[in-house]
């Protein structure tokens, strides 16, 4: 596929004859990453422009992470909203209705057992266990990513059923099958995202597949960051970026 280059627009302005529906990744697009993923907060001026902005959008606006909806709805105390979790693993409409794909339990212990004794390897390596996926962060080590990389490349060819995802210090294990694009396509099927136009907006690898989904659909993808090569159509520059963009979205 034809990536495109840093030199992107800024994003283009809401036109009121095609109405959003909205997709935002969560760490590194709307919280900072921090060195322990449990420890970031949800400020009240970013709950306010997402509820404004879910209320603008009639319910169209999905929060799409690496993170489990349960852990969605603990940071953002937004349970009713549409989601989706690991990935894309777990989906949850705007009725509330939540579809998980399946796996193997003798599979995820094998996933736990192997990620682990890998972690005791690398010092300073942060074990981050999400049930069916299991993420190892080097923000706190990046001496060790090299090694880190070259030793889960070589573990993930030896569990069945699960894939190797790399991201911004971290590489992750999760589900094979399943992506943050075929989590948008989903939702795009059902009420009220369905024919709405998709915007996708992340900064990570995992969200290329959100960008292509959004494209592919007519829409647009915004990528945080200067990550690169992307398939994103514009960019914003960080964090703090978007959420002065959701606030101007949301007035």
Do not use: C
């Not at 993170?67 to 105390?77: C, H, M, N, P, W």
């Not at 999400?130 to 923000?139: E, I, M, Q, S, T």
């Amino acid at each position: 596929m034809n990536a495109r280059r840093a030199g992107l627009p800024p994003p283009p302005k809401p036109d009121r004859g095609h109405p959003w529906a909205l997709f935002l990744d969560v760490d590194g697009t709307l919280l900072d990453f921090v060195d322990d993923p449990a420890a970031v907060r949800v400020t009240p001026a970013l709950a306010r422009s997402l509820d404004a902005l879910h209320e603008r959008l009639d319910g169209a606006l999905a929060l799409v992470s690496g993170r489990t909806i349960a852990d969605l709805d603990r940071l953002f105390q937004r349970a009713s909203w549409a989601a989706a979790g690991l990935h894309g693993f777990e989906r949850r409409n705007s009725q509330g209705a939540i579809e998980r794909l399946q796996v193997n339990p003798a599979q995820v212990e094998e996933l736990r057992r192997n990620t682990a004794a890998l972690a005791l390897q690398l010092p300073g390596i942060r074990v981050e266990d999400k049930g069916v996926a299991v993420a190892l962060h080097y923000r706190e080590a990046p001496q060790q990513g090299d090694a880190l990389k070259l030793a889960a490349t070589a573990l993930a060819g030896e569990l069945p059923g699960y894939e190797l995802q790399p991201g911004n210090q971290v590489v992750e294990f999760k589900p094979r099958g399943m992506d943050k694009g075929m989590a948008v396509a989903g939702l795009l099927q059902t009420p009220p995202f369905k024919g709405r136009l998709p915007v996708y907006v992340g900064d990570d690898l995992t969200d290329e597949h959100g960008f292509l989904a959004a494209n592919a659909r007519g829409g647009f993808s915004i990528r945080v960051g200067d990550r690169e090569p992307s398939q994103a159509t514009s960019t914003l520059a960080d964090v703090a970026s978007v959420h002065a963009w959701l606030k101007e979205l949301a007035a």
